[in-house]
């Protein structure tokens, strides 16, 4: 975890974010930890997790993830940030496509219309001024901080299809 630069003060913030959905579409969940770091000893960890009972994909949630880490971050705090996710979609849209997106209207090279453009919009903002590196790890290989937030955010795609289903049931 030393690939990316530390703050003055040594620390810098750690984040693991996830998503899943039953079916693709369907109801989904997302989660993230958030871990304050002073070199290699970790000071706090934060869980943030949400959901979305509503016919969503895999891709809405892998992005609500980052987009719920960094969210839960403090305001006007320059500490570096390190985002890992499993969802090379989300680390290369942040380190290779955003500003391309961005300078031709939300269009791909191919001059098709972003998907997701919202909450491309959100990262966007979320992450404007702030020292944030964006890391792709292999999913379901293992490493340990991936696969709690997998978990996590499984467990709350569950809880979206019963939320999904107890308002069918009322309908």
Known sequence: MSTFTE??????????????????PGPGGWAATIKVMDGDQEISRTQVVG????QTTNVRMEMSGA????????EDDDTPVAVFCDAELVSR????????????GWRTAGKKPVKNVDLWEQL?????????????????AGDPYNEHVDALANAAAVRALQLSQREKEKA
């Open 67 to 74: 987009i719920g880490a960094l969210r839960a971050l403090p």
């Open 124 to 140: 966007a903002a979320l992450a404007a001024g702030r020292a944030i590196s964006w890391h792709w790890v292999k999913g379901h």
């Open 93 to 104: 849209g942040m380190n290779e496509w955003l500003s391309g997106w961005i300078a031709r």
């Open 51 to 54: 959901s979305e009972p509503a």
């Open 7 to 24: 703050g003055s003060s040594g620390l810098r913030l750690v984040v693991h974010c996830d998503g899943a959905c039953i079916g693709n």
